[in-house]
Each structure stands twice: as C-alpha cells, then as structure tokens.
C-alpha cells in the first residue's frame, strides 16, 4: 500500500488523464462516425473539470437497495453534454466534421504528451532500480 502511494506521487495525474483521453478519443470518434446520421446528436465533455472531480476519486455510493443508483462509468451521464452546434442541419445531425477532427487532433496530441511524460518517468525509475 506504501509503495502504490509513493508510484502515484511520481506519476501525478498522467495515469488518469491518458484514461479520460482514450475515453474522449472514443467519444469524438462515435460523432465522427455519425456525421451523415439523421438527427444525431454531437457530444463531448469538459476534460479538465472531469479530471479536476476525478482526482480525489470520491464518488456517490448507494448504501440501501431504494437510493439512485450512481453512475460508475469514467465520464458519468452528467458529465456528457450535447454538442451546441454553430450551423443547424435540416436533419437535425449536430455533428460538424471540421471542428470534431481539430477535437480529435488537439485529444490525441495530448495523448501523446501525456504518454510519453509518464514513459520517462518509468525509464528513469528504471535506472533507479538498477543503480544506473
């Protein structure tokens, strides 16, 4: 338990937020591939407050069989908002391409960022490990 503390003072929030982008990947691509859908509805949530509320990681808990039940997903419902979009469709579809593929580009960059901080951060644990 000691030792789990301590690796996660020295990856900070990086495990997390590579967590929350794949999921935000999953979500931009589901609207990428709903572009031509009749009324289908854009959506997205805000990345940075997701990861600001999951960092203490508490969260509601039903303690009787009568309470809600909580949503135990990584982006609760609540947190998933539909995407206001700048120019109606007539069908209805709120997805616009342009702005879900800068989405995308801007979530996977950052993906990568995140990936390869917490890789050095392995390999120079690595070397401490091995007296290098």
Do not use: C, W
């Amino acid at each position: 338990m000691e030792y789990e503390m301590k690796l996660d003072n020295a990856f900070g929030i990086h495990p997390k937020a590579l967590e929350l982008r794949a999921h935000r990947s999953e979500v931009l691509a589901a609207n990428l591939a709903n572009v031509d859908t009749p009324g289908f509805k854009a959506r997205d949530f805000d990345f940075k407050a997701v990861l600001k509320n999951e960092l203490p990681a508490m969260r509601m808990a039903a303690t009787r069989s009568g309470h809600i039940q909580p949503d135990n997903g990584l982006v609760t419902s609540g947190q998933t908002q539909y995407r206001v979009p700048m120019q109606p469709s007539l069908d209805g579809n709120t997805v616009d391409a342009q702005i879900e593929y800068g989405n995308f580009a801007s979530n996977a960059l950052e993906y990568q960022a995140s990936l390869r901080f917490l890789n050095s951060k392995i390999k120079g644990l690595m070397l401490a490990i091995k007296g290098q």
